[in-house]
């Protein structure tokens, strides 16, 4: 027999189904937006994002139409602000698709704000997606586009002043805007105490992502990340993208490399033309519905 659930306080069928996944330890939250009984605003983002007051996650991953591709993708930072590309949030939400029967065939496209990608499950374990790898698009350096306040076409190697220090940027656009500081060694105090200085800095007028990067061999890459809109996390597939492109734009690395992360490691190729491939797993933590609770505290 078949059980349908109702709401208990709008005595309707139960909607706010989520699954929330990680990877590499870059957590999110996926949900469905024709299946979600309240309105995605900045502070339901925040509280369902929230690690006391909500699930927690370092974002949300909504489902929407799209008539460019097959789904539709908004990525939500756990401030509310939106943004245009994720890397682990796209093999995530992939492995959704994938998981829950939406996509039916292993490869499809997905249309963000940062433009359309393509998502293809490399690997499965018990017939759920494990290995994706993400087409990302194309890699743009020219600092207009990304954006930068630069007098430099391209923002390599530019001098960005700190209330209380100074550092070599490199900024490049994978879809989201990125800054990567090469490092001879990685500090996480450090990246946590201006993190947010450099994110909000005037030189980036959507903010930025940051990344301090360590080159290893020419095969492989050790990163720390902060994200804007989140902070510190474990691992970004944007930001090893960004870092992968800065790396072969500077001819420190081969075209294809491992970026290393505190959260796992990711396998990216840089083609000729700057078109980004990403390899990596994702694996699902807990799949539910939000609690009535929850809901009647959203705005
Ligand atoms: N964790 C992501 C990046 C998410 C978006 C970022 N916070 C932004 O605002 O651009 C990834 O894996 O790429």
Redesign the pocket.
């Known amino acids: 027999m078949l059980l349908l659930l109702k709401h208990p306080i709008k005595n309707m069928l139960m909607k706010d189904f989520f699954v929330k996944s990680h990877?590499l330890g870059?957590d999110y939250i996926v949900m469905n937006s024709h299946e979600i009984s309240f309105e995605m605003n900045v502070e339901n983002i925040k509280t369902i994002c929230d690690v006391h007051y909500g699930i927690g996650s370092?974002?949300i991953l909504l489902l929407v139409d799209s008539t460019k591709a097959d789904f539709g993708l908004r990525?939500l930072?756990p401030d509310g602000?939106e943004?245009?590309?994720?890397?682990?949030?796209l093999r995530i939400f992939a492995k959704y698709l994938y998981d829950y029967g939406l996509a039916k065939s292993k490869t499809f496209s997905i249309d963000t704000l940062g433009g359309v990608v393509y998502a293809e499950v490399m690997e499965t374990d018990n017939e759920k997606a494990r290995t994706i790898q993400v087409d990302m698009g194309k890699a743009i350096f020219e600092a207009a586009k990304i954006p930068v306040n630069s007098d430099l076409t391209e923002c390599l190697d530019e001098t960005l002043s700190l209330e209380n220090q100074s550092y070599l940027i490199n900024c490049v656009s994978v879809g989201?805007?990125h800054c990567v500081i090469l490092k001879e060694e990685l500090s996480e105090a450090e990246i946590k105490q201006y993190g947010s200085e450099i994110e909000n800095h005037p030189k980036f007028p959507n903010?930025i992502?940051l990344q301090f990067a360590k080159v290893l061999s020419r095969d492989e890459v050790e990163i720390l990340i902060w994200?804007?809109?989140?902070g510190y996390?474990l691992?970004?597939?944007?930001?090893s993208?960004a870092v992968a492109a800065v790396m072969v734009k500077k001819g420190l690395t081969n075209r294809k490399l491992k970026v290393n992360m505190p959260g796992g490691t990711l396998k990216l190729e840089i083609a000729k033309d700057w078109q980004i491939r990403m390899t990596g797993e994702v694996r699902e933590i807990a799949s539910g519905y939000l609690s009535a609770e929850l809901l009647s505290d959203l705005q």
């Open positions: 990877g870059n370092d974002g990525i930072n602000s943004a245009e590309k994720s890397g682990n949030g989201n805007p903010r992502n994200e804007r809109g989140a996390t691992a970004s597939g944007s930001s993208s």
